[in-house]
């Protein structure tokens, strides 16, 4: 598995955190990323991976021959995602080729929009703007309401 596909596999996982909770992790289901991680851990000979009682994962991957003596590194991050935004059911998008200009990007908004550059989600409207000045536009006109 290619790199880019293993970081959109991780990205589809639920890992939303509660800010409510007194555990850690937050949520349960961030021991579903974790899991997943030590998986792939030893599948590419990271044998010691595991993840422990609080949800961190760890492994050990040797030295490059000639280097044993050199510092260790530590990689270290968090797999929850903010409550801010729903974690739940994403599914990335990938730019094959990505020549460098705008990109359309979708705005999430209860707002009223231009019903052309818009659609309706129930209460919940996805604006399609392709320029970052539109973009800029649209903001304008939901603060001055």
Do not use: Q, W
């Not at 990323?33 to 050990?60: N, P, R, S």
């Not at 020549?99 to 209460?123: I, K, N, Q, W």
Request: one cysteine or more.
């Amino acid at each position: 598995m290619r790199a880019y596909e293993r970081l959109l596999k991780y990205a589809r996982v639920y890992t939303t955190s509660d800010p409510n909770s007194g555990t850690h992790p937050s949520a349960e289901r961030e021991f579903d990323l974790a899991h997943i991680l030590v998986e792939d851990m030893k599948a590419i000979g990271i044998e010691d991976a595991f993840v422990d009682e609080h949800c961190y994962v760890y492994g050990t991957l040797p030295a490059t021959p000639g280097c044993e003596d050199k510092p260790a590194l530590g990689l270290i991050a968090h797999m929850d995602t903010a409550p801010d935004a729903s974690g739940e059911n994403v599914n990335p998008i990938l730019h094959e080729n990505y020549d460098g200009r705008d990109v359309t990007c979708l705005l999430y908004t209860s707002d009223a929009a231009d019903e052309e550059d818009s659609v309706d989600l129930g209460g919940r409207r996805i604006i399609k703007k392709k320029k970052r000045e539109n973009i800029r536009r649209t903001r304008s006109k939901t603060n001055n309401k």
